[in-house]
C-alpha cells in the first residue's frame, strides 16, 4: 500500500463495499460503529471520537456512561478491528481502498493501494488522532507512539509533518490578520442587496460563526451540548467553531453567536439560550425538562431548535438580516430564501446574480453551487429569463461540483435530488435526498425535501409522517412544504389534513397551488370559495386550466397522482365552464 489518502468520495465508496459485504452482512453493530466514525472523520469531528461519544451516540448509553466499568466501546472497535482484518485477507483483498481502526485510537486511517490514483492527503496527521479515553492496561508512552505508526510509516516522519502543518497553519493566520487589521482592510458594508453585485462583501464565503458553551463538562448539561454540537456540525449555513468560546482564534465580530446550555431553573432541566456574542442580546430561550432529555426524546427537541435557529430561515439570518450585517454567501443565502418564499422572475434573476458572482470570485462553498444548480433548473422549468443559456445539462453540472466540493453536504447531497425529482428520475431522487437527509437528520429542511421525494415517488405513506413532521415543527417554512404534505394526504384519503395543508398557500400563486386550494375548498364544502378560485385559474393560468393534466405530467408527477388531481379538479368545477 502507499502512504497516501484517498479523496473523501472514495472513501465513502470503500464504506459502502464494507457495509455491503458478507463479512459485515453478521453484525449490525460493527456497520453502525464503522459509518458513525468514518462519518463523523470525515465531517471533520475526529476529535469527537471518544469513547464517551460513541457511548452515547452508537449503543445508546446514557450520561452516568463509564468506561472504566462499561468496556461496550473497547470490545466492539475490538470486534471491528478483527472484522476488517477478515474482509480484506478474504472477499476484499482487491479493494483499491482499505479502511482501518488503529490500535489506540478511534479515528479511521485510509489507504490507497498501490496503483490507485489517490489526491495528496488532506486528513489531519496521524499524531492528532484521538487516543482512547481509558485501556484495558496501562501503556507507555513509547507504546503509544509505537501504536500510532501506520503502514510503516515512522513518528518521526509524523512528527514533521505535523510541525509542517502547524507553521502553515500559523502562516494563514497571519496573513487573516494582516488582512483584516492591515492596511486597506476596511470591509465593504452590505446595507440592501437587490440585485445589485457590487454590495456583496470582500469574504465571499463568509458565515455565521456559532460557538457553544456548555456550564458543566458532564451529566445532563454535557450531554445536551453533545447533541447540540453534533445536530450543528451538518449545517452549510453556519460555521460552527467547535472550541469553548474561551478559545478562540478568531476575531469576534458582528455576525459571531453562542449557544450556551447550562442547568435548567427546574430539577433535571437544561437552559439552551442563543446569543449574539457582540450585543449580547438572547435571541433564544429554551428550556428542556427532564423529559425532554430523555434519550427517546432529545434529538427530536434539539432538531426543533436548531431548525427553528439555524437555516437561513431561522432566528440567526433573521437577526442578520434586520440589523444590515450580511456579508458575502449570507447575503446570497437571504436573497435565494427570498425567493423560496416568494417565487417569481425578478427574486429568482437577484438570487442567481448573487450566488453568480460569488462563483466567479471563486467561492469554495458547495452552497453556492447547490443552489446555483437549483435555480438553473427552476429557469429552465418555470420559464425564467435569466440566465438566458439555462438548460439542465448545465443545472447537473453545477450540482456535480457542489457534491465534489462537500462530499459530507447536504445541501449539495439535497440540489442533486431535487434536480433528479425535476426530470423524472424517481429512484435517483430518493437516493440523494435520503443521503442529505442522513448527512444531517436534525435538520428539518433536509428531512422536509427527503418527505417530498417520497411523496413524489408514490410513497405516500412513508413521505407523510416526515413532511408532517417538518411542517409542524417550523412555523415559517417554504411554500412547497404545505404543498408537498396537500399531495401526501390527499393521495392517502385524508381530505381534512390535506385541505388544513392547502390552506396554508393562500399567499403562494402558482397554478398548481392554486389548484390544491380549489380541491380543498371543493373537500370542505365552500363551493363560493371554490367557485372564486376557479375563475382565478381560469383568468390566470389558461394554460393550466385547458389541461392540468398535461401541466402535472410535465412536472414528472406519478401517473396515479396525476389522475387523482385532475379528477379531483374536475369534480371541483375546473373544466365545467368555458
Not at 381534512?496 to 380541491?519: D, E, G, M, Q
Not at 389558461?542 to 396525476?562: G, H, I, M, N, V
Request: proline letters at 4%.
Amino acid at each position: 500500500m502507499v502512504a497516501s489518502t484517498p479523496a473523501a468520495p472514495a472513501v465513502r465508496e470503500a464504506l459502502e463495499r464494507l457495509i455491503a459485504s458478507e463479512t459485515f452482512g453478521r453484525s449490525e453493530r460493527a456497520r453502525k460503529l464503522l459509518r458513525y466514525l468514518i462519518e463523523r472523520d470525515l465531517a471533520g469531528e475526529a476529535e469527537r471520537l471518544k469513547g464517551f461519544a460513541i457511548a452515547v451516540d452508537v449503543f445508546g448509553k446514557d450520561a452516568e456512561f463509564d468506561s472504566a466499568t462499561d468496556a461496550v466501546v473497547r470490545v466492539q472497535a475490538g470486534r471491528l478491528r478483527e472484522l476488517l482484518g477478515q474482509y480484506y485477507a478474504g472477499e476484499g483483498a482487491a479493494d483499491p481502498i482499505r479502511i482501518a481502526i488503529p490500535r489506540g485510537s478511534y479515528v479511521p486511517a485510509y489507504e490507497a493501494m498501490a496503483g490507485y490514483p489517490a489526491e495528496p492527503a488532506t486528513a489531519a496527521p496521524a499524531d492528532s488522532a484521538t487516543p482512547l479515553p481509558s485501556d484495558p492496561e496501562p501503556r507507555t508512552a513509547e507504546a503509544q507512539l509505537g501504536e500510532q505508526t501506520y503502514a510503516g510509516t515512522s513518528v518521526k516522519r509524523q512528527l514533521q509533518f505535523f510541525w509542517a502543518a502547524m507553521a502553515l497553519v500559523i502562516l494563514m493566520l497571519g496573513f487573516l490578520v494582516f488582512r483584516n487589521f492591515g492596511p486597506g482592510s476596511d470591509a465593504v458594508a452590505v446595507a440592501d442587496f437587490r440585485g445589485s453585485t457590487s454590495s456583496i462583501a470582500g469574504a465571499v464565503d463568509q458565515l455565521p460563526a456559532v460557538h457553544i458553551h456548555a456550564g458543566s463538562d458532564q451529566g445532563d448539561t454535557a450531554r445536551v451540548a453533545t447533541v447540540l454540537r453534533s445536530a450543528l456540525s451538518g449545517f452549510d449555513t453556519i460555521d460552527l467553531i467547535a472550541r469553548d468560546r474561551t478559545e478562540r482564534v478568531r476575531r469576534e465580530d458582528a455576525t459571531d453567536f453562542d449557544f450556551t446550555v447550562n442547568a435548567g431553573p427546574e430539577g433535571g432541566s437544561v437552559l439552551v439560550e442563543l446569543q449574539h456574542m457582540t450585543t449580547g442580546r438572547i435571541l433564544m430561550s429554551r428550556v428542556l425538562s427532564a423529559e425532554d432529555i430523555q434519550p427517546e426524546l432529545l434529538d427530536e427537541r434539539i432538531a426543533e431548535i436548531v431548525t427553528t435557529t439555524v437555516p437561513v430561515s431561522g432566528m440567526i439570518y433573521a437577526y442578520i438580516e434586520k440589523n444590515d450585517l450580511q456579508q458575502g454567501l449570507m447575503t446570497c443565502l437571504l436573497l435565494n430564501d427570498d425567493y423560496y418564499m416568494d417565487q417569481n422572475a425578478s427574486r429568482h434573476r437577484a438570487a442567481y446574480q448573487c450566488m453568480e458572482e460569488l462563483s466567479k470570485r471563486g467561492a469554495k462553498s458547495p452552497v453556492v453551487y447547490s443552489e446555483l444548480a437549483s435555480l438553473q433548473l427552476e429557469a429552465v422549468t418555470d420559464g425564467y429569463p435569466y440566465p438566458a443559456n439555462a438548460s439542465a445539462d448545465g443545472a447537473f453540472s453545477l450540482a456535480h461540483t457542489a457534491v465534489q466540493m462537500g462530499a459530507n453536504s447536504p445541501y449539495a447531497h439535497r440540489s442533486y435530488g431535487y434536480l433528479q425529482s425535476r426530470v423524472g428520475d424517481r429512484a435517483e431522487a430518493i437516493r440523494w435526498m435520503q443521503k442529505a437527509y442522513e448527512l444531517n437528520t436534525y435538520d428539518l429542511t433536509m428531512a422536509a425535501a427527503y418527505g417530498y421525494a417520497l411523496v413524489l415517488s408514490g410513497s405516500y405513506s412513508d413521505g407523510v409522517p416526515i413532511m408532517k413532521r417538518a411542517v409542524e415543527s417550523i412555523s415559517a417554512h417554504p411554500s412547497w412544504w404545505d404543498y408537498g404534505l396537500f399531495l401526501g394526504e390527499f393521495m392517502l384519503g385524508n381530505r381534512y389534513a390535506a385541505a388544513r395543508a392547502a390552506n396554508s398557500l393562500t399567499t403562494a400563486k402558482r397554478s398548481h397551488y392554486v389548484a390544491a386550494r380549489l380541491i380543498a375548498a371543493h373537500f370542505v364544502g365552500d363551493e363560493k370559495l371554490a367557485s372564486e378560485l376557479t375563475k382565478e385559474i381560469i383568468a390566470t393560468y389558461p394554460a393550466f386550466a385547458a389541461d392540468p393534466a398535461a401541466s402535472f405530467a410535465e412536472r414528472k408527477y406519478p401517473e396515479e397522482l396525476t389522475r387523482s388531481l385532475t379528477k379531483a379538479l374536475r369534480a371541483a368545477g375546473l373544466g365545467q365552464q368555458s
